[in-house]
């Protein structure tokens, strides 16, 4: 209605021979209101668990971690080496997940089996939120022959020819995954040799999930001979 008001209005000045007014000028629209940003809430990720609470209840799993090393034993005699746990554990004392970040073990199921015995475990609850828990074993060979230790230059050519699937099987996952293999003498001995057995350290707990794939990869590979027994070798992906 105020585009129509002032036309009528210059029509009535001018047929009484005055000059029309100056046209009205609309106001500024007002200044657009921005809603401030909710504050930020400061929150605690981590809580504290008890250290001597949480090596009785890891010294308390010993025994199911040497069940675990004697299943792998059957498939792999001369099975060892190092594991190191990283664990969340839950404000009610279970652990909401678990991975390996270093392993040396060789065997994938061995790995999974010392996993469930963490993951199984009820731990000391923490205070003031959730934790984590790192821990280390070390296996032995016992009275087995070990298996000759290679460097990983001994399969940098099979890993540069054959590697691709395995590399794939990362996919998004950032880091580098430690792959330990037990090869054993081929059908041929002096020709090529055959894997036995592969474990695998991620490099966070996402990259679990990528563990069994490149395990199956790895399986796949032939290698070099290690002569009259088996050998055992460590390298990154």
């Not at 949480?54 to 060892?80: H, I, P, W, Y």
Request: glycine letters at 10%; hydrophobic letters at 40%.
């Amino acid at each position: 209605m105020r585009g129509r008001g002032l036309i009528l209005g210059s029509a009535l000045l001018l047929a009484c021979g005055g000059a029309p007014p100056p046209p009205v000028e609309a106001p500024p629209p007002p200044e657009p209101v921005h809603a401030a940003p909710p504050p930020v809430m400061a929150t605690q990720e981590l809580g504290s668990i008890d250290e001597d609470d949480t090596n009785r209840t890891f010294n308390g799993l010993s025994s199911q971690f040497l069940d675990c090393q004697k299943q792998g034993m059957a498939r792999v005699e001369f099975l060892a080496g190092d594991a190191k746990f990283f664990v969340r554990v839950g404000q009610d004392g279970a652990a909401k997940w678990a991975y390996l970040e270093d392993s040396t073990v060789g065997d994938r199921a061995t790995e999974k089996c010392l996993l469930q015995v963490v993951s199984n475990a009820h731990w000391p609850k923490p205070v003031g939120g959730e934790a984590e828990v790192q821990k280390s074993i070390s296996f032995d060979v016992g009275d087995a022959r070990p298996a000759v230790a290679w460097t990983s230059d001994k399969v940098s050519s099979v890993l540069a020819k054959d590697g691709a699937d395995a590399m794939q099987c990362k996919g998004k996952i950032r880091g580098v995954f430690k792959v330990t293999v037990y090869v054993e003498p081929g059908e041929n001995k002096h020709k090529h040799g055959k894997v036995l057995s592969v474990g695998v350290a991620p490099p966070n707990k996402e990259g679990e999930q990528k563990s069994d794939c490149i395990v199956d990869a790895v399986m796949g590979w032939k290698m070099p001979s290690p002569g009259s027994w088996a050998a055992k070798v460590t390298f990154s992906l």
